[in-house]
């Protein structure tokens, strides 16, 4: 009887094709974690826009500046992050994967997504700025809009 030594040609194409859909599975597994985290950090973006302008109305209406309550509703949303979102234009609309960008005219912050497939559907997110007015017409606040 021959002694064999190491794996056979069958053993082998098995273990290659273990390993195969073994890394099938770990990709997919990896482009579905990729999508959420660009889910996650388009949501704690917008997020902390939004706590950036309640944080400012609320510093003016401490002060009893409630008068310049419109001047935040007339800044760019952007202005309230501590910093600009990684791939910010300064173009008013965003023209690559992964980009932010606000439009001044439209008043719409938009961006659009690295991955299509973290937001079916969605080619580009956008929200819109709008000022909050009292029955009197004075602005009281401000706040961004989901459009999509």
Do not use: C
């Not at 690559?96 to 659009?112: C, F, I, K, T």
């Amino acid at each position: 009887m021959k002694l064999q030594r190491g794996a056979s040609k069958f053993e082998f194409a098995v273990t290659v094709a273990i390993f195969g859909v073994l890394a099938t599975a770990l990709l997919v597994r990896l482009n579905a974690i990729q999508a959420e985290t660009e889910r996650t950090e388009v949501n704690l973006t917008v997020r902390n826009i939004r706590v950036g302008i309640q944080l400012a109305i609320g510093e003016r209406i401490m002060r009893g500046e409630e008068e310049r309550i419109i001047e935040v509703a007339q800044a760019s949303p952007i202005d309230f992050l501590g910093h600009r979102p990684r791939g910010f234009s300064d173009g008013r609309t965003a023209e690559v994967s992964g980009q932010w960008a606000y439009d001044p005219v439209r008043r719409e912050l938009s961006y659009l997504p690295r991955l299509p497939e973290a937001f079916p559907g969605a080619t580009e997110l956008r929200w819109r700025y709008v000022a909050r007015f009292d029955s009197s017409g004075r602005t009281v606040g401000a706040s961004l809009v989901g459009l999509n």
